[in-house]
């Protein structure tokens, strides 16, 4: 199957900072990706859509100023939460569609990324 | 809206089987689909349904009535690595947006 990688696994950071995670799908091209949040024992709630070469679209109650996607090639894309706060601390997760005429086009997720705002 | 329900946690007997449901009422539909996450890990796809039926695979069955808005997955022989999450997921139509449902906790005991 297809491989997305994300990065990084943990990030510690302080109340105020920016912090970026990459999702990269490594063996094949994307042009979309999906951003989902989830909160302990909680579901994946899908935050944005990220589209390459255009602008992303975000689901409803998400700030698109605060959580800043950009996906500037066809294997990558970037989450920027920017003015972290202890309210962010989350498992961020990407994933993406294999798109292909042999694929149900399930996603592929990355491995996740652990934010916690100090 | 988007409102997919299943039940929060199950617990079942290792060897036995075991049936998860799901129920969906989405604006849109493109698909079915069935994932399981260990805790702290990433959710790793198990089936795809979108016509009416049953679909097998292995150990794993996962069974769809559109017209109900309801499916199931069923895991046979189970084992205690089946431990886990089992996400329902609902493809819209029109491109590939996915929506998940909270979740099943499945607790495989000896």
């Known amino acids: 199957g297809a491989v997305v990688s994300q990065h990084p696994s943990w990030v510690i950071c302080k109340s105020g900072t920016s912090v970026k995670i990459e999702c990269r799908s490594l063996?094949?091209?994307?042009?979309?990706m999906f951003w989902y949040r989830q909160f302990p024992k909680q579901s994946l709630m899908l935050m944005a859509t990220s589209n390459e070469g255009s602008k992303a679209t975000y689901e409803q109650g998400v700030e698109k100023d605060k959580f800043l996607i950009n996906h500037a090639s066809l294997t990558l894309s970037t989450l920027t939460v920017t003015s972290a706060h202890p309210e962010d601390s989350s498992f961020y997760i990407c994933?993406?569609?294999?798109?292909?005429?042999?694929?149900?086009?399930?996603?592929?997720f990355g491995e996740g990324s652990r934010l916690t705002v100090l | 809206g988007q409102n997919i329900d299943q039940p929060t946690e199950m617990t079942a007997t290792e060897g036995a089987i075991v049936q998860i449901n799901c129920t969906y009422q989405?604006?849109?539909?493109?698909?079915l689909f069935w994932y399981q996450q260990h805790a702290g890990e990433a959710p790793t796809f198990l089936s795809y349904?979108?016509?009416?039926g049953l679909e097998e695979k292995g150990r794993f069955s996962s069974f769809l009535s559109r017209s109900k808005g309801y499916s199931y997955l069923l895991l046979k022989e189970l084992q205690m690595k089946d431990s886990a999450s089992y996400l329902c997921a609902v493809r819209d139509t029109g491109g590939f947006k996915t929506i998940f449902g909270a979740g099943t906790r499945l607790f495989v005991k000896a």
């Open positions: 994933s993406a569609p294999e798109l292909g005429a042999a694929t149900t086009g399930e996603l592929f």
């Open positions: 349904n979108v016509l009416d």
């Open positions: 063996d094949f091209q994307a042009t979309t």
């Open positions: 989405t604006s849109g539909f493109n698909g």
